[in-house]
């Protein structure tokens, strides 16, 4: 079974986006292993660093590199994504020359409360992954507008229109992942 390395931009208790990961987590049972990964302990990129690297950033880079696709979920800070998934992107292209995300097959998604769902930090997301050289997913795209309602307390989706419209998504994944991985 192939892996995919998750890592949610929200590091809040209670995250949005972490219950929306862990929905697509339940989606994928059986087809994909979604390994979530710690970013909440990375210190900020610091070039510095590098003498003596943080324990975390190496876990990052070795859980990266030991997976074959990459998920990003992404809530949308001023028309932005998040700035703990751009502390991890710094952290996995450095030092030079050891980029741990180059090649990988990656997708994004996201989600708020409000109507556009996370549209414009994933939109800047894309740009960003392209240029560090991962296979970025561009379609099915998910801007998705959170409604308690769609799941229920364990985090499965309730709604059929929902559940087949995520679906969709985490089968995208895992076809992306065999086709480029």
């Given at each position: 079974?192939?892996?995919?390395?998750?890592?949610?931009?929200?590091?809040r208790t209670g995250s949005l986006n972490r219950k929306f990961a862990e929905s697509f987590a339940k989606l994928a049972a059986g087809k994909?292993?979604?390994?979530?990964?710690?970013?909440?302990?990375?210190?900020?990129?610091?070039?510095?660093?590098?003498?003596?690297?943080?324990?975390?950033?190496?876990?990052?880079?070795?859980?990266?590199?030991?997976?074959?696709?990459?998920?990003?979920?992404?809530?949308?800070?001023?028309?932005n994504y998040s700035p703990a998934i751009d502390n991890a992107i710094h952290w996995g292209t450095r030092p030079w020359g050891q980029n741990?995300?180059?090649?990988?097959?990656?997708?994004?998604?996201?989600?708020?409360?409000?109507?556009?769902?996370?549209?414009?930090?994933?939109?800047?997301?894309?740009?960003?992954?392209?240029?560090?050289?991962?296979?970025?997913?561009?379609?099915?795209?998910?801007?998705?507008?959170?409604?308690?309602?769609?799941?229920?307390?364990?985090?499965?989706?309730?709604?059929?229109?929902?559940?087949?419209?995520?679906?969709?998504?985490?089968?995208?994944?895992?076809?992306?992942?065999?086709?480029?991985?």
């Amino acid at each position: 079974m192939k892996t995919v390395a998750v890592l949610v931009g929200s590091l809040r208790t209670g995250s949005l986006n972490r219950k929306f990961a862990e929905s697509f987590a339940k989606l994928a049972a059986g087809k994909l292993e979604f390994k979530f990964i710690e970013i909440g302990d990375l210190p900020l990129y610091d070039e510095d660093l590098w003498e003596n690297p943080p324990a975390p950033v190496l876990r990052l880079k070795k859980d990266i590199e030991g997976a074959d696709g990459v998920l990003f979920v992404t809530p949308e800070y001023n028309r932005n994504y998040s700035p703990a998934i751009d502390n991890a992107i710094h952290w996995g292209t450095r030092p030079w020359g050891q980029n741990s995300w180059t090649g990988r097959p990656v997708a994004i998604a996201g989600t708020s409360p409000g109507a556009i769902g996370a549209a414009v930090g994933q939109s800047q997301l894309k740009q960003v992954l392209v240029v560090i050289g991962m296979a970025v997913m561009g379609q099915p795209e998910v801007y998705f507008s959170y409604k308690e309602e769609l799941f229920d307390e364990a985090g499965n989706v309730v709604n059929e229109q929902t559940a087949a419209f995520l679906q969709n998504f985490v089968d995208s994944v895992a076809a992306r992942i065999d086709r480029v991985g």
